[in-house]
């Protein structure tokens, strides 16, 4: 037994390689491209030297994992269009510039991670891409501009957490298609350009949201009385966060219907 390395049942062919905290340190062979039936590889928590070149070779990856390794370049990561991956979490690394846009080619995502680096400028619309997104997870870096409206388009997303990066503009409308999403999350704390403008829009068509964190921003005019209107969670504990806005008024009668809403102003 290998640890760390794992078989199919009933044979010797290796199709997992865990090795999160190893003490791991050098260069990531690129032998590792030639086993076919490689689906998971986690090299998270070591500081290594990983290089994407020849990564598509690797035909069966879904699923690669290479947070806090000290990842500083994402060259060739383009490669990964022809692998079919799932899940991607490159977080808590030293990476800069834009968000590459070669993922957009990768249709097959369903789990992103770029948390914890230093992206910035504004994202391009193009999330579309990604027709099964589930989770995206961009925490701590320092986008600008316009939260994306394409991501309305991802009917699976399910969490989406933007906070402490550095968006202006408005919150898009179509954010109010999202029937699955559970978590929003975009307070900034941190901003420097004053946050995003416009009014709250209403999710009321997010009917399986429990957390909204838009703290620390710049929206204004009234609370909509139909917030999550048409929940199917409305007996479970919802979070609610829009503290340090500009908003008038007081919080609508029609919110009665949350049974247990915490709300934070």
């Known amino acids: 037994d290998w640890y760390g390395v794992y078989c199919d049942v009933g044979n010797q062919i290796i199709n997992r390689i865990t090795m999160l905290d190893n003490n791991l340190q050098g260069a990531v062979p690129i032998e590792l491209w030639q086993m076919p039936n490689l689906r998971i590889l986690d090299l998270s928590t070591n ?3 990983f290089q994407f070149e020849g990564i598509s070779e690797c035909s069966s990856l879904k699923g690669l994992y290479l947070s806090d390794t000290g990842l500083s370049s994402l060259e060739g990561i383009g490669e990964l269009a022809d692998v079919g991956l799932l899940g991607l979490d490159i977080s808590s690394n030293e990476l800069t510039g834009p968000f590459p846009t070669e993922l957009f080619n990768v249709l097959t995502l369903k789990d992103i991670s770029i948390s914890h680096n230093s992206f910035s400028g504004a994202l ?11 989770n995206f997870y961009a925490y701590g870096n320092d986008f ?6 394409s991501f309305g388009s991802c009917e699976k997303l399910s969490n989406l957490v933007f906070s402490e990066n550095d968006f202006t503009g408005t919150l898009p409308l179509s954010l109010n298609n999202l029937e ?34 838009l703290g620390s921003n710049a929206l204004s005019g009234s609370l909509p009385s139909d917030l999550m209107e048409d929940s199917n969670v409305l007996g479970e504990s919802i979070d609610v966060d829009l503290s340090n806005n500009k908003f008038t008024g007081g919080i609508p009668e029609d919110w009665a219907r949350f049974d247990r809403l915490f709300i934070d102003l």
Do not use: V, Y
């Not at 391009?124 to 997104?133: A, E, G, N, R, V």
């Not at 600008?144 to 409206?149: K, S």
């Not at 999350?185 to 009014?199: E, L």
């Open 124 to 134: 391009d619309d193009k999330f579309d891409s990604f027709p099964d997104l589930k």
């Open 180 to 213: 699955n999403l559970e978590t929003l999350s975009i307070h900034q704390t941190t901003n420097t350009r004053g946050g995003i403008t416009g009014p709250l829009i209403s999710f009321k068509s997010c009917a399986s949201m429990t957390t909204l964190h």
């Open 144 to 149: 600008t501009g316009q939260i994306p409206p």
């Open 47 to 49: 500081a290594i030297d």
